[in-house]
DNA sequence: ACCTGAACACCGTTCAAGT
DNA sequence: ACCTGAACACCGTTCAAGT
């Protein structure tokens, strides 16, 4: 068996070639690059798509973004700082996903507004799976560094928390603690995540969102039987 | 269910005879390390516990267990082999807990028989961060290797859908497709666990079980309102 | 202001012994 | 049979320049 062979040696320095798209972000800046901050978070969600996010290394990204690994520290403070910001990234993208998706809901159907949650959630993570790995990671913030990073999180928490509250006000959802019908939420969208991207339930990309609202629908709608 | 099996692998010889707590480590000079394998495997919970799954080494691992670090290779094949034998040994080890569990519970009553799981699933976490930090950190298997692995997590999902299964058949659970309804439980309790573990949610040890049926016990019996 | 280079202590893994 | 030692390529991070 062989091992998961390293890059031999130095790689031919895969010089970027500048990042697509992106006009000229550079206007009176004389950057080198560009823009690196940006070029190496892509660089890390790129590597943990790849190879997940244990594999990323502060080397490896510099080297995507074609730069000397010290360049990365004039932007990060070190090597969780980027990944902080590469979930931080991920969690507001999430957040305006959901958001945006909601608008298509009428207030009148709760049940509906949490399981276009719980799809928008999960197929984020399908679509986005190097991102999701980082934010899904170990987490960063145990020692309250990286407050915008739990500041994203916690938009996120909110805006199910205030769904299911409204849901109970319009007599639409049993009158169940919200707080907790937010964790078991959570908890039941970010299981499912965890076991797409992992490859443990396959599923091809474009029935994501359908197998979570199957599994989610029937949660809500509970698994004991009426009596 | 399958019984947990040898670990097949290359690994030359199980040396699990020599199970007995070593009341001292004393004994001969020349001392080979009584159990070499254990202690590896032990001191990388320990790790995990104390800093992450992602803050273990080969190296440090060897170093708390007294030996050179090109020891461990004698009974791993590698840095990822460990992780593999510490993960399967704890989903072997949830497994028997679960079915312990599932004693006390009368079969007539298959919602407590599913909270009972959720339980003993979250506690188990709980009580057990550093193998659970492994369990449930990067797929080790996905290039179908570590199959008795695969086989220990197999065999608590199957445990998990046969309970489904016959609450379905005694018709105290709604006709729901097992196979979902199992993924959806699993979903809910490693999420539930990951947010205890990473104390996104904060609880004290004790009251982890009582928040786990508290959470589960509302899912499972819906949150939509009944028409 | 932005990036590079050398240096240091650490890692995983290999080859080659030591007992 | 079980363990140690030296070596190699890689990493994160620091100090100190180069442009």
Redesign the interface.
């Known amino acids: 068996?062989i091992?998961p062979q390293k890059k031999a040696s130095a790689k031919p320095r895969a010089r970027a070639t500048t990042k697509p798209k992106k006009a000229a972000p550079q206007a009176s800046k004389a950057y080198h690059h560009g823009d690196l901050r940006r070029a190496i978070i892509d660089a890390t969600k790129a590597i943990a798509e790849e190879s997940?996010?244990?594999a990323f290394t502060l080397r490896e990204a510099a080297r995507r973004a074609g730069v000397n690994h010290r360049a990365a520290y004039r932007h990060f403070q070190d090597k969780s700082d980027v990944l902080a910001a590469v979930a931080e990234e991920g969690f507001t993208v999430l957040l305006a996903r959901i958001v945006s998706t909601l608008e298509g809901v009428p207030a009148s159907d709760p049940?509906a507004r949490?399981l276009a949650i719980a799809r928008s959630y999960v197929e984020f993570a399908s679509e986005n799976r190097g991102a999701y790995?980082v934010m899904?990671?170990?987490?960063l913030n145990?020692e309250a560094n990286y407050p915008t990073l739990e500041e994203a999180?916690t938009n996120c928490l909110v805006l199910v928390r205030r769904e299911?509250e409204a849901?109970i006000q319009r007599?639409?959802?049993?009158n169940?603690?919200a707080f907790?019908?937010t964790?078991?939420l959570?908890?039941?969208?970010?299981?499912?995540a965890?076991?797409v991207i992992?490859?443990?339930?396959q599923v091809r990309p474009a029935l994501v969102g359908s197998l979570t609202e199957?599994?989610?629908g029937?949660?809500?709608?509970?698994?004991?039987?009426?009596k």
Do not use: Q
Not at 198 to 201: G, S
Not at 218 to 226: E, I, N
């Open positions: 068996m091992a997940g996010a244990e049940e949490l790995r899904s990671g170990p987490r145990v999180i299911i849901g007599d639409k959802l049993r169940v603690n907790d019908a964790l078991a959570w908890a039941a969208v970010h299981g499912l965890t076991l992992t490859r443990r339930v199957r599994l989610l029937d949660l809500l709608s509970g698994y004991a039987k009426k």
